[in-house]
C-alpha cells in the first residue's frame, strides 16, 4: 500500500493522479487488469514473508489483487484517509464493516432513511444476532444524542439520504460517539469525497457503494471502506475470510471513472439544482426535496459541512402515482432505472427503488409519498435537462384536456 498522501495537490488532480504509479508496468501510463488468481514465487523464503505480512507483495486474489489496491489507493487519497480496503458491492462493505465490529449483545444506533439493503440488515439480520438497533427519526439530533449517550458500539449515519435527502450533522453526532467509545461509520455514497470528507468531521470510518457515483457509467459494482490502519486491517481479515472481494475488472472501470469524478459531479449539481428550482416553481410539482434549496430542512447543516449539494434530488407530483405513469416514460433523455449517480440522468419512483420493500403504511410513517419520484441528475447540458421535463408536463397537460 502507498503512503503517499498527494497533500499539496486539489481533489481534481487527486482523482487524475492518485493510486496508480506503482501498479504500472512496462512503461505503460494506464493501470493493467491483472487478473492472475495466485502469484507465483520461486524463492520459499520470500514467499513465506509475503504470507506473513512481513513484506509487501500478493499471494491470492482473494486477499489482494494489484488493479483492486490501485482503486483502494485512490478512494484512500481522495477521502484522507489512513487505509482503504474494498468489496465487491456497497452492501458487501456495510455489512463486512457491522460484522467485524458487532457481536452479540452490542447495540447500534441509526437513523430511520438509511439504504433500503442498510435497512434490512438493521431490521431483519443484526436482530437475529441479537444485537440491539435503535433506528432514530433522521435529522432529529436531539432523539439520537439521548439515543447515543444511552450507550452504543456503533453510531451509523448516511447523508444525504435515499430518496428525501435529508442531512445529519456529522461533527454532532461524532461527538456524541465519541463520547460513549461508539464508532462512527458515514456511508457517504450520496455525497462523494468531491462535496463531503466524513474523517475530517470526526467520523471514524466512511464508506461508498462505489457502483454509484464514484464509479459514475453504471457498469461495475463495488464497495469501499476508508478509515485509520488499525480499522481498516481488522476489516480487511474479516472481508478476506469471508471472501466479498472485488473483481480486478470492476476495479479498472472503476479507477478509469473516478479519473473524471470531479467534473461530473460538478455537473451534476449544477443540473441538480437548476431542476430543483424549475421544479419548484412548477404548477404540476408538489414537493421538491434538495440540500442546496434554501427551503430544504436541513439546507444549514448541508452548507455547513459539504463543499457542493450533490446530483441526488426528489420530487412528488399533483395526482401523485397516476401523474408519474404519464410523465417519466415521456423523457427523452433520462433511464427509469434503479440506480443513481450515473453520466445519464436516471428517474426512479421511490416506491418501486429504494423503498420497494415497504408498505404504503411503512413510506408514510417516513414521509415518502407515494407518488414521490428519485431524480439522479446526469452529466448532460442543463438546458435539454429542464427543457425535456418541460415537454413532458406539456403532453399531460394537453392529455389531461383531451380527457
Ligand atoms: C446503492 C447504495 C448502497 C448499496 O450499494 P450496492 O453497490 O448496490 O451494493 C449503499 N448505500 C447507498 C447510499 C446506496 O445508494
Request: charged letters at 20%.
Amino acid at each position: 500500500m502507498s503512503n503517499q498522501n498527494f497533500n499539496d495537490i486539489q481533489i481534481g488532480t487527486k482523482t487524475v493522479w492518485a493510486g496508480e504509479k506503482e501498479v504500472l508496468v512496462h512503461g505503460a501510463s494506464q493501470v493493467p487488469v491483472v487478473v492472475s488468481v495466485a502469484y507465483t514465487y520461486d524463492d520459499m523464503d520470500a514467499w513465506f514473508d509475503v504470507a506473513i505480512g512481513k513484506r509487501p507483495g500478493h499471494i491470492y486474489g482473494r486477499n489482494t489483487n494489484p488493479t483492486v489496491q490501485a482503486f483502494e489507493d485512490k478512494v484512500r487519497v481522495l477521502e484522507n484517509a489512513e487505509a482503504a480496503t474494498s468489496f465487491s458491492t456497497g452492501m458487501a462493505a456495510i455489512s463486512n464493516v457491522l460484522h467485524t465490529f458487532l457481536k452479540p449483545g452490542d447495540r447500534v444506533v441509526t437513523i430511520k432513511d438509511t439504504y433500503g439493503g442498510t435497512n434490512k440488515i438493521f431490521s431483519e439480520f443484526l436482530p437475529k444476532l441479537n444485537i440491539e438497533v435503535t433506528l432514530c427519526n433522521t435529522g432529529n439530533h436531539e432523539e439520537m444524542e439521548a439515543e447515543i449517550a444511552k450507550g452504543c458500539t456503533i453510531v451509523y449515519l448516511e447523508t444525504p439520504t435515499n430518496p428525501t435527502v435529508k442531512i445529519t450533522d456529522i461533527e454532532r453526532m461524532a461527538k456524541a460517539g465519541k463520547a460513549v467509545g461508539a464508532l462512527v461509520v458515514v456511508d457517504n455514497t450520496f455525497a462523494t469525497p468531491i462535496n463531503q470528507n466524513p474523517l475530517q468531521l470526526g467520523a471514524d470510518l466512511v464508506l461508498h457503494s462505489a457502483t454509484k457515483f464514484l464509479g459514475g457509467h453504471a457498469d461495475a459494482l463495488g464497495g469501499v471502506v476508508c478509515g485509520s490502519n488499525e480499522l481498516v486491517e481488522q476489516i480487511y481479515h474479516y472481508r478476506e475470510i469471508n471472501g466479498a472481494t472485488m473483481d480486478p475488472w470492476a476495479a479498472y472501470l472503476l479507477l478509469r471513472g473516478m479519473k473524471t469524478l470531479k467534473l461530473r459531479v460538478e455537473q451534476q449539481a449544477k443540473n441538480a439544482m437548476a431542476i430543483a428550482k424549475y421544479l419548484e416553481q412548477h404548477e404540476l410539482v408538489e414537493q421538491v426535496f434538495y440540500p442546496g434549496l434554501e427551503t430544504h430542512v436541513h439546507h444549514d447543516i448541508a452548507k455547513k459541512q459539504m463543499r457542493g449539494f450533490g446530483g441526488m434530488l426528489s420530487f412528488s407530483l399533483k395526482g401523485g402515482m397516476d401523474t408519474v405513469r404519464v410523465v417519466l416514460p415521456k423523457l427523452k433523455y433520462a433511464n427509469r432505472a434503479a440506480n443513481l449517480g450515473a453520466v445519464e440522468t436516471t428517474y426512479g419512483p421511490a416506491r418501486t427503488t429504494s423503498h420497494v420493500e415497504c408498505t404504503v403504511e411503512e413510506r408514510k410513517a417516513l414521509g415518502i409519498p407515494e407518488g414521490l419520484v428519485r431524480l439522479s441528475a446526469g452529466i448532460e447540458d442543463t438546458e435539454d435537462l429542464i427543457a425535456d421535463l418541460e415537454q413532458a408536463f406539456q403532453s399531460l397537460s394537453q392529455a389531461s384536456l383531451r380527457s
